[in-house]
């Protein structure tokens, strides 16, 4: 049995290109990153946000990984069934897409919404990303000064 979508629920949805999607290497996937990232990371609290992000330590790692944020989304079941919580990890998905956070950072990042991002529009939440982005980048940029003050060689003659 085949059901087809109305208009109604894509008005408003433009095409994407090949280009334009979500890569596989940007996902936060394993359970051992989350916690690291919960547990050593830093938090940027935002109206329907709670981020958590930690620079990452790129020595031990896979040389084929390729650099740049890695996104990853924890939805409670306090958010409804898995419709509706997988519905809201398709809108922080496209916001993060849409955002094109910077790509030079090697950088983990988890976020947790807040009750009130379901009811968001998706403009809104897309700033909120947006700006998320911004503030983690100045952090890190400035924590990654004051790690530097002179010497960026390392050695000490």
């Not at 896979?62 to 409670?76: A, D, H, L």
């Not at 519905?87 to 950088?107: C, F, G, M, Q």
């Amino acid at each position: 049995m085949t059901v087809s979508v109305s208009a109604e629920s894509n008005q408003g949805a433009e095409k994407r290109s090949v280009d334009a999607s979500y890569p596989h290497s940007a996902h936060l996937l394993r359970h051992a990153d989350f916690e690291r990232v919960y547990k050593q990371g830093r938090k940027h609290f935002s109206p329907s946000l709670t981020v958590f992000y930690l620079k990452r330590q790129t020595e031990g790692e896979k040389q084929s990984r390729k650099g740049g944020p890695r996104v990853g989304f924890t939805v409670g079941r306090a958010f409804g069934g898995a419709v509706q919580r997988n519905r809201l990890k398709r809108r922080l998905r496209e916001a993060v897409r849409l955002s094109k956070p910077w790509p030079n950072v090697d950088v983990d990042i988890v976020m947790n919404p807040k009750r009130v991002a379901p009811r968001m529009a998706f403009e809104t939440l897309m700033n909120e990303v947006h700006q998320a982005f911004v503030v983690i980048e100045k952090k890190l940029l400035k924590s990654a000064d004051k790690a530097v003050p002179g010497d960026e060689s390392g050695n000490r003659s």
